[in-house]
């Protein structure tokens, strides 16, 4: 096998897809400890990779600066020479950068387009295996030596990210004597989130049922909405006021997350913390399950038109959204009994 002495690792976005590269982040870092490992991300997500230890070197793209920006960046990439460039995005931008850096070897995991079209055009499954998306970013290196370690994926919180995190808990008046619950109701697309409405209910019951305090975890988009869910029943609202980092932060301290299919989800799996997945209009087929074996998933199953997607829309191809109104407050109550 040829030394392995640099490694480029290279996934621009979302939240929760780079988060699940930090499974394969922490494999090339055992297989390779003395390795470089930068990794090429989009700016708005670079505090993410505040929360992993295994990267040598964040390199960010700005896209508002368009083409030239990742010009740019090839450049800069290109002095460094790396052994090895895993293309864990798949794109345009992404095969252009590790086709052009002068890499000795390029390696591209699988995203099995053709059967995620087979799937959601005709509903009929043709995938071998479930194979969630974190093991097919680690088989992408695995020409190189790296296998799955058996353990999932990984953030840590800094020791003074984590303290200032707890005076602002502290502050709020939430108290770590009682058990903490968050919530994170947005999602990128309209069809993949439950409604406010159940949310707010959710809320509720939770205090109620559980005797346990409620935060709201969202991006400013979100602040309006979680803002309404928290005024419910005296929940705390920090939406639109954390970066990512902070919103990692907060997630380990909590004990138990409900989300929709969204990054927050896998952040919080990647804390260890398990999760309460609300998914709709996706299957478990395209590999963004829940992970964790604690996890649990509320979804109504067989119904004849799911999935009608993988990444989400902003609209029900049949519209009436039973996917996700099927999904019932206490359903969810049912699955977070015991957790």
Known sequence: MPTVNKILVFRLSSIGDIVLTTALLRCLRNTFPDAQIDFVVKKQFADILRCVPFVSNVVELDSKKGFSELLAIRNQLRNEQYDVALDIHKN??????????????????????????????????????????????????????????????????????????????????????????????????????????????????????????????????????????????????????????????????????????????????????????????????????????QSKVAQIDNLPCRPCTKMGMNHCPKKHFSCMNDISVDMVLALMRGM
């Open 92 to 293: 345009w931008r992404s095969l252009f950068v590790c086709n052009t850096i002068g890499a000795k070897q390029v390696f591209r995991f699988n995203k099995h387009v053709f059967r995620r079209w087979v799937l959601t055009t005709f509903h009929k499954d043709i995938y071998n295996e479930v194979r969630p998306v974190y093991l097919r970013f680690i088989d992408a290196a695995k020409q190189i030596g790296v296998a799955p370690d058996g353990k999932y994926t990984e953030l840590v919180v800094p020791e003074q990210l984590g303290k200032s995190m707890k005076d602002i808990f502290v502050q709020a008046n939430i108290s770590f004597e009682k058990r903490i619950i968050a919530l994170c109701p947005g999602a990128s697309f309209s069809n993949k989130q439950w409604q406010v409405e159940k949310f707010q209910q959710l809320a509720k019951r939770i205090v109620l049922d559980f005797d346990a305090q409620v935060i709201l975890l969202g991006g400013k988009k979100e602040s309006e909405m979680c803002e309404s869910i928290a005024n419910e029943r005296g929940a705390v609202s920090f939406a639109g006021k954390f970066d990512l980092s902070q919103s990692i932060a907060a997630l380990s301290m909590v004990s138990l997350t409900v989300a929709n299919d969204t990054g927050m989800l896998h952040v919080s799996e990647a804390l260890g913390v398990p999760v309460v997945g609300i998914y709709g209009p996706t299957a478990r087929q395209f590999g963004y399950f829940p992970i964790l074996p």
